[in-house]
């Protein structure tokens, strides 16, 4: 029997624990009982944020928490910039049109990011109501760097969206201290549970320009959920066994610490990027994401032969590239409930397959430099 293993970039693999607790029995919402659990979830995912604001909880997946993000605090009398430099910066950019949202596109050249020195020349405009970027780039592997753009938005009356999908709970974010406005987030990534929560965090300053607009939307109206939160309630029905799982991972994240998190996923990158770079693959991102990373194939190999391979004979997912990209590069993810073990494991099912596929390696090398890399995380 081979066990399989997820490094694909969501959904990721979720512990035994949190399965445990989502396979209790179902209760009902309207409770005492609810009302005490998601008392204690809202607290864990402030912390996890290093927020004192409002984290709204809807049932869906991390595009609703981004589109109702953008619906209900995007103003209509001022321009959105939207960065685009993947796959995802570009979705945010349709949802804005799907809405009537008057919306400008940075295109941004995939594996880089946007600095904070273009947002602050976009910024002295004073054209735009709200910068929309994707801290961490799925598609391209690619992390901005989020602190220096806050630094360079919260000067102004602009909001910061921020796509945090790929990011919470992997790489460093502090939305209080950082001024950013608000974040989205899906539970399949390094929250460690299956996909069907989207979490909207929400600053003051933010709610400040939501309560002047009308959204077009019902269900993702976030007045809504604020109104509810204040009862540590949701107004519509809620994901109960997700969030009863969310308890449980949040608080084994919350037990080795958000900062040691972060450390393990920058750690278990560097191993792979390190590893892939001794076998001589070239990883796609000149501004590297910890939550993903994404390597080109060598010449001759395949992407359906080199995913069917690996996962056939080894039980590793991982993900295929997307646009431009498909076809030309695989993705592994650093995010949640990985290890040194795993890694080292995937980077070992990695050089097996190549070898199987007939690219000219070494087998061994890639593991042997990782472990040197592994060895040093405490």
Not at 23 to 52: D, M
Not at 123 to 141: D, F, N, P
Not at 157 to 162: G, W
Not at 310 to 322: D, E, H, L, P, W
Request: net charge positive.
């Amino acid at each position: 029997m081979i066990k399989a293993r997820l490094f694909t970039p969501g959904p990721t693999d979720v512990p035994p624990e949190v399965l445990i607790e989502m396979a209790k029995p179902i209760f009902h919402h309207r409770t005492a009982q609810f009302q005490e659990l998601f008392k204690q979830v809202n607290e864990g995912l402030k912390k996890l944020l290093f927020t004192t604001g409002d984290v709204l909880t809807l049932a869906g997946s991390g595009t609703a928490a981004m589109e109702a993000a953008l619906v209900c605090a995007c103003r209509r009398d001022k321009t959105t910039l939207v960065a685009n430099g993947g796959k995802f910066g570009e979705r945010w950019a349709k949802v804005c049109r799907t809405y009537g949202i008057d919306v400008e596109e940075m295109m941004i050249e995939w594996g880089t990011a946007i600095s904070a020195a273009q947002v602050a020349e976009k910024l002295a405009t004073g054209k735009y109501g709200a910068i929309v970027i994707t801290h961490s780039e799925t598609s391209t592997a690619t992390a901005a760097d989020l602190q220096a753009i806050a630094a360079e938005v919260r000067k102004t009356d602009a909001l910061l969206i921020v796509d945090a999908i790929t990011s919470a709970g992997a790489l460093p974010l502090k939305m209080d201290d950082w001024g950013v406005d608000i974040v989205g987030i899906g539970s399949q990534k390094a929250l460690m549970l299956p996909p069907g929560l989207a979490l909207v965090a929400v600053s003051d300053k933010a709610w400040k320009v939501i309560d002047t607009i009308k959204p077009p939307a019902f269900y993702l109206n976030l007045k809504a959920y604020r109104k509810s939160l204040a009862d540590n309630d949701v107004p519509y029905t809620p994901a109960i066994t997700l969030i009863r799982g969310m308890k449980v991972a949040l608080d084994m994240m919350h037990a080795v610490g958000m900062e040691k998190v972060w450390s393990r996923t920058a750690c278990l990158a560097k191993a792979t990027r390190e590893a892939m770079a001794a076998l001589g693959l070239k990883t796609v991102s000149r501004q590297p994401s910890d939550s993903v990373t994404g390597i080109y194939y060598p010449e001759g190999v395949s992407d359906k032969d080199f995913r069917k391979t690996i996962r056939s004979r080894y039980g590793c997912n991982v993900a295929g590239g997307q646009g431009d990209w498909e076809g030309k590069i695989f993705r592994v993810s650093h995010m949640g409930w990985i290890d040194p073990l795993d890694t080292i494991g995937m980077i070992a099912a990695i050089e097996f397959t190549l070898d199987a596929l007939g690219a000219k390696i070494e087998i061994g090398t890639g593991v042997a430099k990782a472990a040197k890399v592994l060895k040093e995380w405490k």
